[in-house]
């Protein structure tokens, strides 16, 4: 497992995002203290006391993303809205059928990252093919490389199968699960 980069988890119950660098920083982070759960689901990860993968989920503006980027904000960090990367995949796509080379080739970052978070997995109710394909491929690179990862959904776990499939289902599932409940707090 990788865990050096985990000991700078240990004292973040409260920080301030303005002395730190983070991943993204055009992506706001006002908060100054973290759910109480997600600090102490991430230090039994970080510690081994629980099972990656962490899929965390709940309703929109409950904290997920940024608890994400908070803790991308500590490690060596990968940070991917699904949206995103579907738009590289796309481009790869596009690229290899005129036998062309993709300069900005997501996937080495995504095998070599100690830690990344995969956020809005589902987000848009319409899950192509290729969102399918590419939701598949980082799990199997991850666990593949022996990677930790944090999987970011609005879908609440039992409708991920239905969703999905049963195989992305097992996968997103079989380590610890984290819910955001409460009301949007955007
Ligand atoms: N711990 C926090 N302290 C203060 N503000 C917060 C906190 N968590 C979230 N917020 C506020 O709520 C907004 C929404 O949070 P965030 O983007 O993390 O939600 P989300 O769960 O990812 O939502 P969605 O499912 O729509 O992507 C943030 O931009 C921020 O303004
Ligand atoms: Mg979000």
């Known amino acids: 497992m990788p865990q050096q980069g985990f000991a700078r988890l240990r004292r973040w119950q ?10 993204r920083a055009w992506i706001p982070r006002p908060l100054v203290w973290l759910s109480r759960d997600f600090v102490r689901t991430f230090d039994d990860l970080a510690n081994g006391r629980a099972r990656w993968p962490l899929l965390m989920f709940g309703g929109p503006g409950t904290g997920k ?23 590289h995949q796309q481009m790869i796509k596009a690229r290899s059928k005129r036998g062309e080379y993709y300069p900005d080739d997501p996937w080495p970052g995504i095998i070599e990252a100690p830690f990344a978070v995969l956020d809005e997995i589902g987000s848009r109710g319409m899950n192509t093919e290729l969102e399918f ?24 776990p039992t409708d991920l199968e239905r969703v999905f499939d049963a195989r ?19």
């Not at 991308?72 to 699904?82: A, G, H, K, Q």
């Not at 992305?168 to 955007?186: H, Q, V």
């Open 133 to 156: 394909e590419t939701l598949l491929q980082f799990m199997e690179e991850r666990n593949r490389h022996n990677r930790v990862a944090i999987y970011i959904t609005n879908l609440h």
């Open 65 to 87: 993303t940024t608890c994400g980027l908070a803790a991308c904000d500590r490690v060596w960090p990968l940070y991917w809205p699904m949206p995103e990367l579907l738009q």
């Open 168 to 186: 992305i289902a097992d996968r997103l599932t079989c380590g610890t699960i984290l819910e955001f409940k409460g009301d949007s707090k955007r």
């Open 14 to 23: 409260s920080f301030d995002p303005a002395n730190e660098q983070p991943i």
